[in-house]
């Protein structure tokens, strides 16, 4: 994995290289410790990112001394970061693991220069690599994405530019055909076999839980905990209005159909039958199961077909319709899910590019935040006032009329992605200042024992009543905010 060469020349440096990164003694210790980290001298695999992704100068001091055990020069950037993740397991909080991957993508870049255009491109291709291999390797929720879609993210985002069509096909293939996976110590190992042991001596529920929660991405992994607390349940129907991205859902697939809705956790679980805790999850239930981390749910006051509708957008842009039976269940609904989201999302990772010129959405992470709610409540409104700024910014830069329609369709694509998140951190920091326990916890028609713990539910729940819902596929508005025949405000 390291080449001596290149480390002996890199510990060297040029001149002054002391002084740019911190006193003699304190880059000794650096080196000193990075060594023992690599070497694994007293420590354990699990330890090395903790030491590589704090966020302090001796830290960073470790990281670049620690990287420097690795050659990647003439490598791939998939090999690379497959060799990278074979010496440590990357674990921690999504902000430590992002200054790991940080440190990765800034050897890289010094090994190959000329293989991407900038350290900001490779952390880039990095970040998207980890997030394409829990698409394809993780949870059952949802489609999988295609290579076209992988590429067609990443637009723009090469410094403004686009990567080579070849090289982004041959990551996505490479990951297609392999998943990433980084070390693990040999207890974990002992443990990870116990547990699958177990999940036969424990029948279906287990391994069947197991396929929704994926440890392989510091990112977008559904956090799903078998444990995790019961805020709402009952019967809702729903209909798919707008798949991933805001494209308007074919006709076919727009049908309003009934399920026994479970808000376990961050996941919002569509049934067909009642809840009940010890029962496995079916393949029907993981496919129809919604993560609300970053979601915003509203009324929905722009459908007129049916009462009691409420519309939930997720952070991937899907819209979903459910009709409620009754008006104050509606809303029960519609704050229970909004205070999950606000209380539990973690705080977005920074992007990678800032120089792009098409707009792109930034992926959030689905983990559950590490944050106290007093922490939570000040990264809320910190990202307030940052999207605020933003949005002001960028309308009293209205684009030119001679410009192009495309442009144009930009310009609005961004406008109304600020907007939605203005009004999201909005709702979600009114929330927590007016303090969501008492939400999570429970009203008349809620179900008790919904504290903010993973301990294990315990309902008491009301016999629900079935609905009749007729089956509803005429309805053509779109919530897609590039359509300019759009004549609603989404939020």
């Not at 001596?4 to 060297?12: I, M, P, R, S, V």
């Not at 670049?64 to 090999?79: N, S």
């Not at 919604?290 to 842009?317: F, G, I, M, Q």
Request: charged share 30%; proline share 4%; hydrophobic share 30%.
């Amino acid at each position: 994995m390291g080449s001596n060469e290149l480390q002996e020349k890199d510990a060297t440096g040029a001149p002054g290289h002391d002084l740019s990164n911190g006193s003699s003694s304190n880059l000794e210790a650096a080196r000193r410790l990075a060594k023992r980290l690599y070497h694994l001298d007293r420590f354990k695999r699990s330890d090395v990112a903790k030491h590589l992704g704090k966020n302090n100068e001796f830290s960073k001091l470790v990281a670049e001394e620690y990287l420097k055990f690795f050659d990647f020069t003439g490598m791939t950037l998939d090999c690379s970061l497959r060799s990278f993740f074979k010496a440590f397991s990357l674990i921690g909080e999504t902000q430590e693991r992002e200054r790991v991957l940080i440190h990765f993508s800034s050897r890289y870049y010094q090994c190959n220069p000329n293989a991407i255009s900038s350290q900001d491109g490779v952390h880039c291709l990095t970040c998207a690599m980890m997030l394409l291999n829990t698409d394809l390797h993780g949870h059952n929720i949802g489609k999988k994405m295609t290579c076209q879609e992988f590429v067609a993210n990443l637009q723009g985002m090469n410094d403004g530019k686009d990567f080579p069509r070849g090289l982004l096909k041959a990551l996505y293939n490479s990951i297609k055909n392999e998943k990433l996976e980084w070390a693990v110590d040999e207890e974990e190992k002992k443990k990870s076999h116990s547990d699958g042991t177990d999940e036969k001596d424990n029948g279906n529920q287990t391994k069947a839980v197991s396929r929704i929660g994926n440890s392989n991405n510091p990112f977008l992994d559904i956090p799903h905990d078998p444990n995790a607390a019961v805020y709402k349940t009952g019967f809702l129907a729903r209909k798919i209005h707008a798949d991933m991205d805001g494209k308007k859902t074919p006709r076919g697939k727009r049908g309003w159909k009934t399920f026994y809705a479970v808000l376990k956790g961050t996941v919002l679980y569509l049934q067909k039958d009642e809840y009940k805790p010890e029962k496995a999850l079916s393949e029907e239930d993981l496919k129809n199961a919604v993560s609300v981390h970053h979601a915003l749910a509203s009324k929905a006051t722009d459908y007129e077909k049916k009462p009691n509708v409420l519309k939930l957008k997720t952070a991937d842009w899907r819209v979903l319709l459910f009709q409620a039976q009754s008006q104050e269940e509606m809303q029960t609904w519609i704050n229970k899910i909004n205070c999950v989201a606000a209380v539990f999302s973690a705080p977005p990772f920074p992007a990678a590019i800032g120089s792009q010129k098409k707009f792109s959405r930034p992926l959030l992470p689905a983990t559950t935040t590490k944050l106290s709610q007093d922490e939570q409540l000040k990264s809320h409104e910190a990202k307030l006032k940052q999207i605020s700024t933003e949005l002001a910014e960028h309308r009293s830069y209205p684009p030119d009329k001679k410009l192009k329609g495309k442009e144009v369709d930009d310009y609005k694509l961004k406008d109304h992605y600020l907007e939605f998140e203005k009004n999201r951190y909005e709702i979600y920091v009114g929330l927590l200042k007016e303090g969501v326990k008492e939400l999570l916890s429970g009203g008349e028609n809620d179900a008790p024992g919904l504290k903010k713990s993973h301990s294990s539910p315990s309902l008491n729940q009301e016999s629900p009543v079935s609905a009749k819902v007729k089956r509803n596929v005429s309805e053509r508005k779109d919530y897609r905010p590039e359509t300019p025949s759009i004549k609603q405000k989404v939020t």
